[in-house]
T-cell receptor, first 110, second 115 residues
């Protein structure tokens, strides 16, 4: 069975304090790994797609990386507006559906 | 485009009542997904459609749940009869075939409370 595990469940950082969120996965044939951001009371919003080990994607203060077993979302010098829940999801070969992890709730303290 | 539109945004009902949630996907998108989100289990896929045809409904909890997509611009998720354990936020999402069907566009969700 496909599994996606995110850690930590929650993370509090001071503004400007860099850190990383982890997403480990066990799937039978990875087609893509996706990162989403979810603000309270809103639907998830797409951030990145990663397709193969070694791939990296960047957007502002966020950088996502992928290995054969896990993905990291690195956040550099975060700001309070980066506070949100970050979700990762996997898509397997031959199927369009996404299986989501339970997310990391990130809080950036001014 | 206005994005994915869901209604109602909030629904409070009593156990045993029928609940219908509605979704209008983004025009031109040919995939539609229904997800349920709870604190305990996170986001779970219930069912998805491609070109209005149900492809995978293995996530539908039981026969009390049903979903339809009568045309490309409308889908419903129905719960009959509803139970307190169905309380959750239900999301509809759509995407289109560009090689990256994992880029889903989510609506703002329908928060269901069953008393």
């Amino acid at each position: 069975e496909d599994q996606v595990t995110q850690s930590p469940e929650a993370l509090r950082l001071q503004e400007g304090e860099s850190s990383s969120l982890n997403c480990s996965y066990t799937v039978s044939g990875l087609r893509g790994l996706f990162w989403y951001r979810q603000d309270p009371g809103k639907g998830p919003e797409f951030l990145f797609t990663l397709y193969s080990a070694g791939e990296e994607k960047e957007k502002e203060r966020l950088k996502a990386t992928l290995t054969k077993k896990e993905s990291f979302l690195h956040i550099t010098a975060p700001k309070p507006e980066d506070s949100a829940t970050y979700l990762c999801a996997v898509q397997i070969v031959g199927n369009e559906k996404l299986t989501f992890g339970t997310g990391t709730r990130l809080t950036i303290i001014p | 485009d206005a994005g994915v539109i869901q209604s109602p945004r909030h629904e409070v009902t009593e156990m045993g009542q029928e609940v219908t949630l509605r979704c209008k996907p983004i025009s031109g998108h040919d995939y539609l997904f229904w997800y349920r989100q709870t604190m305990m289990r996170g986001l779970e896929l219930l069912i998805y459609f491609n070109n209005n045809v149900p492809i995978d409904d293995s996530g539908m909890p039981e026969d009390r749940f049903s979903a339809k997509m009568p045309n490309a611009s409308f889908s419903t998720l129905k719960i009959q009869p509803s139970e307190p354990r169905d309380s959750a936020v239900y999301f509809c999402a759509s995407s289109f075939w560009t090689g990256n069907t994992g880029e889903l566009f989510f609506g703002e969700g329908s928060r269901l409370t069953v008393l």
